[in-house]
DNA sequence: GTGGTCTAGACCACC
DNA sequence: GTGGTCTAGACCACG
């Protein structure tokens, strides 16, 4: 379910909670349940599990998911990742749309930006 | 004119960047006048000069300035970096839209968001 | 494999560039596999790391190479390299025959260097 | 007659070089007649006199001029100025087609490009 | 004086 | 171990 892009200069470990982020925003990866164990996904994604080990403290750092000792890691409540991931957009469209100000990009420009690229929806990368 | 951010995780030569796009695109730094020197803006800025030479280099190949040895760095034609500016914004625009719609944020609620942040403009921070 | 020419007048750190890019387009550097370590590479060519990463900074800013933090730096596809060896060939092509011509040299005589010169293939220097 | 381009990398002195050396190719300074005094020319281009004088000394070193002291510098015969630029001209032809080789291009492509480019002749830039 | 390159040595983030 | 950033100090080419 996930792909990592080697030729990507993010590290691997942010490409990791962004996917992880996405599947549990899009519902695939629902509330309470079971994350794969980092060992397990380390072997599917053939990568160290330091690497998840990272990707999952950052993601219970953030409020994505939370750890039970002896358990595994769960997702957390759905609502509270909408809550921070809308959040975080929130404060990118904020800093877009002051720098398309600054820039000379019309208030309709934008309009009609959020239009046609909101037409788009998820399709595609 | 410029403050640095040591707390900010993005390197110096970055934020020199950043910060010196802005001041072009607000006008401040006139098309064709001439930069501060690298060692002046390195004294000034109390870093090293290799660091804004390492700035003002991204600078030029990106073609928000153009150096000439022995004269000094100057700022290139507005019209050169209105347009890199706006195609950079194009992209952060289309990217955070995206997401916003993944995340179920409707379509009326980003109008509403252009409106209110474009309304406050270029204040503040 | 690379040497240095210190009497050039061009900095090392683009003699390092053109040679791998040279490396890189003859194939004997093939798509993907690992480059030499900035560390390793520098002690090889006795020069300072900071050399060596300067050139491995332009070749990825130019789309030759990729470099994963942690992990390495690696050779872009072979399709992306040739096509942009291609286009600067090209370019240079265009602007000596087009010297050639206002020097006086006919057509004729282009059209047998060509000949003669590519006869000679990637022989020597 | 010559025009600078400050925006351009190269040094100033090496523009004015080039400019001389195609003026004189082209026969509008005629082999045997006088340049412009060193003072004269660098008032008219507006810089330094130094930088003149740098250029004249290499065209002087490259055969393109010779000096005579106490009366000026004049353009070389043209005979000699044209094998110069000749063979100039071959090396960078032969350099270009041999990386055209190695690059895969073909032969007979490199003959199309001879015929279009060299039908454009010293048309434009 | 200017920008540009190079060296030497340090530290960080990542895997 | 890897690439990436920063500092300190030196030298060169250019105007």
């Known amino acids: ?41 380390a072997t599917e994604l053939s990568i160290n599990p330091n690497t998840i080990q990272r990707a999952y403290a950052q993601l219970e750092r953030d409020g994505y998911i939370y750890s039970v000792k002896g358990k595994g890691s769960f997702v957390a409540d759905q609502a509270v990742i909408i809550e921070k991931k809308v959040w975080e957009i929130d404060n990118r469209f904020h800093s877009v749309v002051k720098e398309a100000c600054m820039a000379g990009i019309s208030c309709e420009e934008l309009h009609q930006k959020v239009d046609v690229y909101y037409s788009e929806g998820g399709t595609g990368v």
Do not use: A, F, H
């Open 1 to 41: 379910m996930i792909i990592l892009d080697y030729k990507d200069r993010r590290p691997i470990y942010e490409q990791v909670v962004e996917k992880l982020q996405e599947l549990m925003i899009c519902g695939i990866l629902e509330e309470n349940s079971q994350l794969p164990s980092v060992r397990t996904l």
